[in-house]
T-cell receptor, first 116, second 115 residues
């Protein structure tokens, strides 16, 4: 089946640093990738939709200058949390879609981000 | 705004018991419906999906779900659960009104099956 690799799985860093999370589709080309955030005991919340070669579409309330998304190739999207603060600590999950919008999304393992 | 409700946050069953997890969504129009499962320590995996056609959908591992349009529901069922079904289950919906781009998740139901 379709595999999505997300790296790193866990990161702990100091307040003020920037953190980059990678999302790769390993055995398929993903024209669209998605970034979600999950708070404890809550649902996944879509942050942004990323299409290869174009700017990401951010959901309402998500700061695009805070959460930089790059989707430079059909197999790689990155999320950079800039100048991270403790309130950015969360579980970030990416997914990728193999084909058109009626296809299901395939999810990465997620990244646990802890900002001290 | 789009929303998806899963009313059971925690469910505890014994092996061989029947399972039904509720899922309701809040908007009309054409929708695609999904159930995802997340086993402990693993990523979300697709259990089953409904796009059109027969409203009773069969998925992997003996799961099925029924789309009832009049009730805006897509409940997940399994006649006899196993210990290995212990996991968190998420209902998700995307809709024509958003170009089927945005997948909206429910809050999840944590299922514990005791042997």
């Amino acid at each position: 089946g379709a595999v999505v690799s997300q790296h790193p799985s866990r990161v702990i860093c100091k307040s003020g640093t920037s953190v980059k999370i990678e999302c790769r589709s390993l055995d398929f080309q993903a024209t669209t990738m998605f970034w979600y955030r999950q708070f404890p005991k809550q649902s996944l919340m879509l942050m942004a939709t990323s299409n290869e070669g174009s700017k990401a579409t951010y959901e309402q309330g998500v700061e695009k200058d805070k959460f930089l998304i790059n989707h430079a190739s059909l197999t790689l999207s990155t999320l950079t949390v800039t100048s991270a603060h403790p309130e950015d600590s969360s579980f970030y999950i990416c997914s990728a879609r193999d084909g058109d919008r009626n296809q299901p999304q395939h999810f990465g393992d997620g990244t646990r981000l802890s900002i001290l | 705004a789009q929303s998806v409700s899963q009313h059971n946050h925690h469910v505890i069953l014994s092996e061989a018991a029947s399972l039904e997890l509720g899922c309701n969504y809040s908007y009309g129009g054409t929708v695609n419906l999904f159930w995802y499962v997340q086993y402990p320590g693993q990523h979300l995996q697709l259990l089953l999906k409904y796009f059109s056609g027969d409203p009773l959908v069969k998925g992997i591992k003996g799961f099925e779900a029924e789309f009832i349009k009049s009730k805006f529901s897509f409940n997940l069922r399994k006649p006899s659960v196993q210990w290995s079904d212990t996991a968190e289950y998420f209902c998700a919906v995307n809709a024509r009104v958003t170009g089927f781009q945005k997948l909206v998740f429910g809050t999840g139901t944590r299922l514990l099956v005791s042997p």
